[in-house]
């Protein structure tokens, strides 16, 4: 399960979204049929397709 946090510029997180960073910290990835482990050429492609949107995001 993936949880988001949106925190504002200024903003300080609560002591309780900080527990939970903290317990998540401490769980295995676990991955799955649906979502299995990346071939290091694969995160490689992957690694590139964000250096390439964060490109087009600040242009």
């Not at 990346?38 to 242009?59: I, T, Y």
């Amino acid at each position: 399960m993936t949880k988001t946090f949106i925190i504002d510029s200024g903003q300080k997180p609560t002591q309780e979204q900080l527990n939970e960073i903290e317990e998540a910290k401490n769980n295995p990835i676990i991955f799955d049929e649906d979502c299995e482990e990346l071939s290091p050429a694969m995160m490689k492609a992957f690694k590139s397709a964000v250096v390439q949107q964060k490109r087009k995001k600040k242009a």
